[in-house]
C-alpha cells in the first residue's frame, strides 16, 4: 500500500500517440467516403451495401489481426443506423443526419456543463492526472478545463452546422468531406490545443500542476480571483 502511494502518477496520453493511429482515421472516414463514392457510380441501395460490408470487413481485419474492435464495432452500428435513414429518406445526404444529431448533441453537453461549472474535459483529464476529486470548486483549476470544453464545443458544433446546411442543400460531396476533415484531423487539433493550453493555464493561475498530483496541493472551495476576474 505504501508503495502505490508513493508512486508518482503516469503522465497523460500525448495526442502525438493517437496521431500515429491511422486506424482510427480509417474507421472514422472510410464508410462515407465509401458511401458517397458508391452512391455517384452507382446508386443509393448499392452505396447502402458497400458502405455496411466495408464495415463488416474493417471490424473482421481488426478481429483476425487482434486489435482494437471499439471504433469497428462502432462503425458498424453508426453505419447501420446512418444507411437506414439514408434508405428511409431516399436521400443520400441522409446518411449524414445521425452524424448531425450527435455532434449537435455533443456541443449542447458540452456547453451546459461549462455554464454548471463541471466542465466535462476536466474530468477527463482529472482522471489523467489523477487530480483530486474537488478540482472543479477552485476556480484557477477549473478555468482551464472550462477553456478545453468550448473549444470541443465549438468544434462539434460547427460539425453539426455544417452537416444541417449541406444535408439542406443536398451536397453529399461536400458531406463526405466534411466527415473527413472535420472529423478525427480536427479532433486531434482540438486535443493538441487542449494538451498544451491546460498545463500552461494552470501554471499561469498558480497551480503547481506536479503538487497537486502528488497530492500537495488542495483546490480552494471557490476563492475569489485576485486579479478581478470573473469565474468560469
Known amino acids: 500500500m505504501a508503495d502505490r502511494a508513493q508512486s508518482p502518477p503516469a ?6 500517440e493517437a496521431l500515429r493511429d491511422r486506424r482510427a482515421i480509417l474507421d472514422t472516414g472510410l464508410g462515407p467516403v465509401a458511401f458517397v463514392t458508391a452512391n455517384a457510380i452507382w446508386d443509393l ?13 474493417v471490424a473482421a481485419f481488426r478481429l483476425v489481426r487482434r486489435e482494437p474492435l471499439t471504433n469497428a ?3 458498424i452500428l453508426g453505419t447501420g443506423l446512418c444507411v437506414f435513414i439514408a434508405l428511409r429518406t431516399g436521400e443520400a ?3 449524414f443526419i445521425p452524424r448531425m444529431l450527435q455532434n449537435g448533441g455533443l456541443a449542447l453537453g458540452f456547453g451546459v456543463s ?7 474535459v476536466g474530468f477527463i483529464g482529472a482522471a489523467l492526472y489523477r ?8 476556480w484557477r483549476m477549473r478555468r482551464p478545463f472550462a477553456e478545453a470544453t468550448l473549444a470541443f464545443a465549438g468544434l462539434f458544433g460547427l460539425r453539426a452546422v455544417l452537416y444541417g446546411i449541406l444535408i439542406a442543400a443536398g451536397r453529399e460531396g461536400a458531406l463526405a468531406a466534411t466527415a473527413v476533415v472535420l472529423g478525427w484531423p480536427a479532433f486531434l487539433g482540438v486535443l493538441w ?24 496541493e488542495v483546490p480552494q472551495n471557490e476563492p475569489t480571483p485576485s486579479h478581478g476576474g470573473t469565474r468560469t
Open 131 to 138: 487530480f483530486p476529486a474537488g478540482w472543479y470548486r477552485d
Open 93 to 95: 445526404s441522409g446518411y
Open 114 to 120: 461549462v455554464l454548471v461549472r463541471r466542465p466535462l
Open 73 to 75: 464495432v462502432g462503425g
Open 193 to 216: 490545443f487542449t494538451y498544451r493550453s491546460v498545463p500552461r493555464r494552470l501554471t499561469q493561475f498558480g497551480i503547481d500542476v506536479d503538487a497537486l498530483r502528488h497530492g500537495r
Open 11 to 16: 503522465a497523460p496520453p500525448s495526442p502525438l
Open 45 to 57: 441501395r448499392t452505396a447502402a451495401y458497400v458502405a455496411v460490408g466495408l464495415a463488416v470487413v
